[in-house]
């Protein structure tokens, strides 16, 4: 069965930069969530679209946006990167809000 | 917000043991799910239980939403069940499905 699918796996990145993170969902889930956990951490709740509108905001730096596209792919734009923003990026979908959430295998971003 | 405590934080167990974690919430869900996440990092999906009771071979999950709180069931342990098991739930203030994941259960099966 199809996955969620992220890219890229792992990224270097210096301070100061900028990173962008995709998302592809399973296909038909119309709802996409973005989580970052840190090291030793449990993942934290960043962000979620359904239908291509933003339906959900938590503790997600002023410096990082995201946007659904119409094909329902996610993207996570981080900038002025720093290096407490080395973390583990995961992405999850689902069929409509609410109900069973599958996650991707994550992107690694170490910023040095 | 909601609170969601696992217990205990850690477990060291002899391949072949029994075991149970336990997930504390301090308000209504929506939602319960239970992850583990194996050593490179995947977060694998358990159980989506909000409630009642399920079983997949040798794992079984309970969830009592009126009394706030779930229980993993693993049983005949084998060392590919090492790892971090989160319990996440869905406050049931929330319509949009975010998950606030408790601290997790490390566990450690030894040969």
């Known amino acids: 069965a199809a996955g969620v699918i992220q890219s890229p796996r792992h990224l270097i990145k210096e301070k100061r930069e900028t990173a962008t993170l995709k998302c592809y969902p399973i296909?038909?889930?119309?709802?996409v969530y973005w989580y970052q956990q840190g090291p030793g951490q449990d993942p934290q709740f960043l962000i979620s679209?359904?239908?291509?509108?933003?339906?959900d905001k938590g503790s997600i730096p002023d410096r990082f946006s995201a946007q659904q596209f119409s094909d329902y792919h996610s993207e996570l734009n981080m900038s002025s990167l720093e290096l407490g923003d080395s973390a583990l990026y995961f992405c999850?979908?689902?069929?409509?809000?609410?109900?069973?959430?599958?996650f991707g295998q994550g992107t690694r971003l170490t910023v040095v | 917000g909601i609170q969601v405590e696992q217990s205990p934080p850690d477990l060291i167990l002899q391949e072949g043991a029994n075991s149970t974690l336990r997930c504390n919430f301090s308000?209504?869900?929506?939602?319960l799910q239970w992850f583990h996440q194996n050593p490179w990092g995947q977060l694998i999906n358990l159980f989506y239980?909000?409630?009642g009771t399920k079983q997949n071979g040798r794992l079984s999950a309970t969830t009592v939403a009126t009394e706030r709180y779930s229980l993993l069931y693993i049983s005949s342990s084998q060392t590919t069940d090492s790892g971090v098991y989160f319990c996440?739930?869905?406050?049931?203030?929330?319509?949009?499905?975010?998950?606030?994941f408790g601290q997790g259960t490390t566990l450690q099966v030894k040969p």
């Open positions: 679209f359904y239908e291509k509108m933003q339906s």
């Open positions: 296909p038909r889930h119309d709802t």
């Open positions: 996440a739930v869905e406050p049931g203030s929330s319509n949009t499905g975010k998950l606030i």
């Open positions: 239980i909000p409630s």
């Open positions: 999850a979908s689902s069929f409509y809000r609410g109900t069973e959430a599958f």
């Open positions: 308000d209504s869900v929506n939602n």
